[in-house]
């Protein structure tokens, strides 16, 4: 938003924010909600489905797994809207495993085992 001789006009983000803490992202993702069911009342419960799953993942796996799943998970969504819905968690994504553990998640696509998403599969 820009403000000039009392004049505020709206401008579009460069790009959008990054996250550095699950606390920042629940904050904007709260926000988010506020707006997104005003137009999707239908998709409350799937958005707070999806606010929680987040949430358990950061509280197991860290906030930079739960951030990555997020940011991941919404570049598909953005992609295919009516084949990704909210509550529905897709443990295929690639996390941040590179933190000296093993990762829990086989990164495999859930139907032919390949090396891609499931959502990818032909």
Same mark, same amino acid.
């Given at each position: 938003m820009i403000e000039q001789d009392g004049i505020i006009a709206l401008t !579009?983000? *460069? *790009?959008s924010p990054e996250f550095s803490s699950?606390? /920042?992202w629940h904050t904007a993702f709260i926000t988010f909600v506020g707006i997104y069911v005003q137009k999707h009342p239908n998709q409350s419960s799937a958005l707070m489905k999806y606010m929680l799953a987040i949430q358990n993942l950061a509280t197991s796996a860290g906030d #930079?797994?739960? &951030?990555?799943? /997020? $940011? #991941?998970? $919404? *570049?598909? $969504? #953005? $992609?295919h809207p009516a084949r990704v819905p909210w509550d529905r968690l897709h443990p295929e994504f690639k996390l941040d %495993?590179? !933190?000296?553990?093993? %990762? &829990?998640y086989a990164h495999k696509c859930q139907r032919c085992r390949g090396a891609h998403a499931r959502i990818s599969c032909i």
């Open positions: !579009k983000m *460069q *790009q699950f606390s /920042d #930079a797994h739960a &951030l990555n799943y /997020d $940011r #991941a998970f $919404r *570049q598909l $969504r #953005a $992609r %495993c590179n !933190k000296g553990s093993t %990762c &829990l």
